[in-house]
């Protein structure tokens, strides 16, 4: 699904050069369950920046599902985020103003579908996260852990390749934030590509293969068993 071949970001910072990442090969084949690790200025955020079409490289290579998206424009960036990669951000990203079924349904404005297609989608997704009773609520109106399960059906609704978490517990208690991963394992079991960003080794935990970035470059690649 991913292939990662020499990519690197180098950011101009006043008179010295800032190597984000800095020749990273990585391969990610579909339904995998994979955590991205690392210490502050690792470089775990540039990566995920990059895999999520949200940022380009400056050299090196990225395809996703045969794709070169490492030379693509903004436009077409933005066509493979919409359609491919569903997002989850530590700080739920939701418009205050919209109910639950309007917050998810957002992704298939901007795809353009029917009315009827996004009602089925959004319908499918809600119940994939357990919230259907709360659909016509505003995000005031629920917990954090509630927020984040929409934000993660708003991730799933488009059917994406790929569901791009980063630091998907960081605003959660410790009761809600194993209920949100348990969200993710069965996703996982059910056919997901789940790739989370995170500096916990109790979530990182979940995942079954760990990738450790050290100084822009990966230190460590492992796999376990399921």
Same mark, same amino acid.
């Given at each position: 699904?991913?292939?990662?071949?020499?990519?690197?970001?180098?950011?101009q910072?006043?008179?010295?050069?800032?190597?984000?990442?800095?020749?990273?090969? %990585?391969?990610i084949?579909?339904?995998?369950?994979? +955590?991205?690790?690392?210490?502050?200025?690792?470089?775990?955020?540039?990566?995920?920046?990059? %895999?999520?079409?949200l940022?380009?490289?400056?050299?090196g290579?990225?395809? &996703?599902?045969?794709k070169?998206?490492?030379?693509?424009?903004?436009?077409d960036?933005?066509? %493979?985020?919409? +359609?491919?990669?569903?997002?989850?951000f530590?700080?739920?990203?939701?418009?205050?103003?919209?109910?639950?079924?309007?917050?998810?349904e &957002?992704?298939?404005?901007?795809?353009?579908?029917?009315?009827?297609?996004r009602?089925?989608h959004?319908?499918?997704?809600?119940?994939?996260?357990?919230l259907?009773d709360?659909?016509?609520?505003?995000?005031?109106? &629920?917990?954090?852990?509630?927020?984040?399960?929409?934000?993660? +059906?708003?991730?799933?609704?488009?059917?994406?390749s790929? &569901?791009? +978490?980063?630091?998907?517990?960081?605003?959660?208690d410790?009761?809600?934030?194993?209920?949100?991963m348990? %969200?993710?394992?069965?996703?996982h079991?059910?056919g997901?590509?789940?790739?989370?960003?995170?500096?916990?080794?109790?979530i990182?935990?979940?995942?079954?293969?760990?990738?450790?970035?050290?100084?822009?470059?990966?230190e460590?690649d492992?796999?376990?068993?399921?």
């Amino acid at each position: 699904m991913i292939a990662i071949r020499e990519l690197r970001k180098i950011y101009q910072v006043g008179h010295s050069e800032v190597r984000a990442l800095d020749g990273v090969d %990585i391969d990610i084949a579909a339904n995998e369950y994979i +955590a991205i690790m690392g210490p502050s200025g690792s470089g775990k955020s540039t990566l995920m920046n990059l %895999i999520g079409c949200l940022d380009t490289p400056t050299s090196g290579s990225y395809e &996703l599902n045969g794709k070169r998206v490492s030379a693509m424009s903004d436009d077409d960036l933005a066509r %493979i985020r919409n +359609a491919e990669i569903g997002f989850v951000f530590q700080t739920f990203n939701l418009l205050p103003r919209a109910d639950v079924y309007h917050n998810v349904e &957002l992704p298939l404005v901007y795809a353009g579908m029917s009315a009827s297609e996004r009602a089925r989608h959004v319908e499918e997704a809600v119940a994939a996260v357990q919230l259907t009773d709360r659909v016509r609520h505003r995000p005031n109106e &629920l917990s954090g852990g509630q927020r984040q399960r929409v934000a993660i +059906a708003r991730a799933l609704v488009n059917r994406p390749s790929i &569901l791009l +978490a980063d630091e998907p517990t960081g605003n959660l208690d410790t009761r809600t934030s194993q209920e949100i991963m348990e %969200i993710f394992d069965r996703l996982h079991t059910e056919g997901q590509t789940v790739i989370l960003v995170t500096h916990e080794a109790d979530i990182a935990s979940h995942a079954r293969r760990r990738i450790r970035l050290l100084d822009g470059r990966v230190e460590e690649d492992t796999s376990r068993a399921a």
